[in-house]
């Protein structure tokens, strides 16, 4: 007997949302089979310069697919007409979905976010869940924003970013989009599981200047300024490797409440073309899985899902360039791949693919 093209049409749509369940703003993955199903991650993207927003659905993407945990995205958003916008600095919609989340990822860059979208972010501090920080989340937000009197935005004085992190926005310790940043493990340290199948990390986002850890961190690896972003660029010589930077770390944080304990992993590393380096990717993977309570496997699979195309860094201040772009949520949902759009200015930078051309 054959099925009706009605059902069949109706099967493909219940496979379908299973993957992108309409439970909420943002994008959406249905954990497969792996060690993290039945947890749950949620992304925080919102920076004007790292591409956040092609990052971290790649990374939602590995996390839901290869290694099982449900994952949602949330994007900083137009709130007029709806597409995803970076420079939109007091709008993401969905934080509500950290109300059931084992696990925060933010990668957000001076956002002042209202209040109904900054109490599910206490509340999920306040329960001390972990939280991952890349890059530009030690100074995560901006303004006036607070809950309760604990304040988010005085990054100056510290905000989220040291109060959660560990540090704040101090400088560029690199020439920016001249010098790049390699991954040197902490021998101390090498033995961690976050570092397991970790060997050559390297970001063409330039090392950050690191200079608030109190001692009480773990420190997982150093930045070593390189000449060039190429990849296979050499160390520059003199005092700006001695000492060396901070790039990855584990610490305790305290809650808002003032008493709650939670664990953070933060790397100052993170752009989007930072993560065409598979083991930086794994490190952020091995950060996911450590901290959710799971054994971190030799050589976590971090194979791209879906091809990724980052886009180089840099601010894009012409007003028309994202309403003319239009990116939604779900021009980054399974099976689809937006390409790379450099900002005007950037450097060539051929380490990694770019799309297709039109």
Request: glycine share 10%; aromatic share 10%; hydrophobic share 40%.
């Amino acid at each position: 007997m054959k099925t009706p093209l009605r059902l069949l049409t109706a099967l493909a749509l219940a496979s379908f949302t299973s993957l992108f369940a309409a439970d909420g703003p943002g994008l959406h993955f249905a954990g497969k089979e792996g060690p993290g199903k039945g947890k749950k991650i949620v992304f925080i993207c919102g920076d004007e310069e790292y591409r956040s927003e092609e990052a971290l659905p790649m990374l939602a993407k590995i996390l839901s697919q290869r290694h099982g945990f449900d994952t949602t995205v949330l994007f900083p958003i137009d709130p007029e007409k709806g597409f995803i916008n970076p420079n939109e600095q007091k709008n993401i919609p969905g934080t509500e979905a950290l109300s059931d989340a084992d696990l925060l990822v933010i990668f957000t860059r001076f956002r002042d976010l209202p209040a109904d979208q900054t109490a599910p972010i206490t509340a999920f501090l306040n329960a001390g869940k972990p939280v991952i920080g890349l890059r530009t989340s030690t100074h995560a937000f901006n303004g006036k924003m607070e809950d309760g009197g604990w304040t988010y935005g005085d990054w100056q004085k510290g905000g989220f970013g040291m109060k959660i992190l560990g540090e704040t926005w101090v400088a560029h310790h690199g020439a920016h989009k001249k010098e790049g940043a390699r991954g040197v493990i902490e021998e101390a340290n090498a033995s961690h599981p976050v570092l397991r199948g970790v060997k050559d990390v390297f970001a063409a986002s330039d090392v950050y200047t690191v200079k608030n850890l109190t001692g009480s961190e773990t420190i997982l690896m150093r930045g070593i300024v390189t000449e060039t972003l190429d990849p296979a660029s050499k160390p520059v010589e003199g005092e700006k490797n001695n000492p060396t930077q901070a790039l990855a770390w584990l610490r305790e944080y305290t809650a808002p409440n003032g008493t709650t304990k939670g664990q953070a992993f933060c790397t100052t590393a993170g752009a989007a073309v930072d993560l065409v380096n598979e083991d930086l990717r794994r490190l952020v993977v091995n950060a996911a899985l450590h901290l959710t309570g799971l054994e971190v496997p030799e050589k976590a699979d971090v194979a791209y899902v879906d091809p990724f195309y980052p886009s180089f860094y840099g601010f894009i201040k012409d007003e028309a360039f994202w309403p003319g772009r239009n990116l939604k949520p779900e021009d980054f949902a399974l099976g689809k791949a937006p390409v790379a759009v450099d900002p005007a200015g950037s450097p060539e930078w051929p380490f990694r693919e770019t799309g297709p051309k039109p």
